[in-house]
Nanobody
Framework: QVQLVESGGGLVQPGGSLRLSCVASGSIFSIDVMAWYRQAPGKQRELAAVVTSRGLTNYKDSVKGRFTISRDNAKNTVYLQMNSLKPEDTAVYYC?????????WGQGTQVTVSS
């Protein structure tokens, strides 16, 4: 069993920054992909950023240049540095891990961008 625990969410003013962290623990044999998804009220969950085991990254167009995803393989941790935050970034952010044929999700952390 794999557990994902997110932290770092909160309330921030437009233009501000937050750093999300997600620590994976449990029976992890290999991690292929780690990602951050987000779900705004009344909308479907969407991919915000992803990083592969080789360090390749990809981002949703609307966050490119503002968000940076990174991972520490030794700590089984993935980060999401979010800068220049906008009200439309408000959502619950979920950590995602893919290991072979299995996918795991965290409980989510709320990010609210508001003045």
């Amino acid at each position: 069993q794999v557990q994902l625990v997110e932290s770092g969410g909160g309330l921030v003013q437009p233009g501000g920054s937050l750093r999300l962290s997600c620590v994976a623990s449990g029976s992890i044999f290999s991690i292929d992909v780690m990602a951050w998804y987000r779900q705004a009220p009344g909308k479907q969950r969407e991919l915000a950023a992803v990083v592969t085991s080789r360090g390749l990254t990809n981002y949703k167009d609307s966050v490119k240049g503002r968000f940076t995803i990174s991972r520490d393989n030794a700590k089984n941790t993935v980060y999401l540095q979010m800068n220049s935050l906008k009200p439309e970034d408000t959502a619950v952010y979920y950590c995602n891990l893919v290991s072979g044929a299995r996918t795991y999700w965290g409980q989510g952390t709320q990010v609210t961008v508001s003045s």
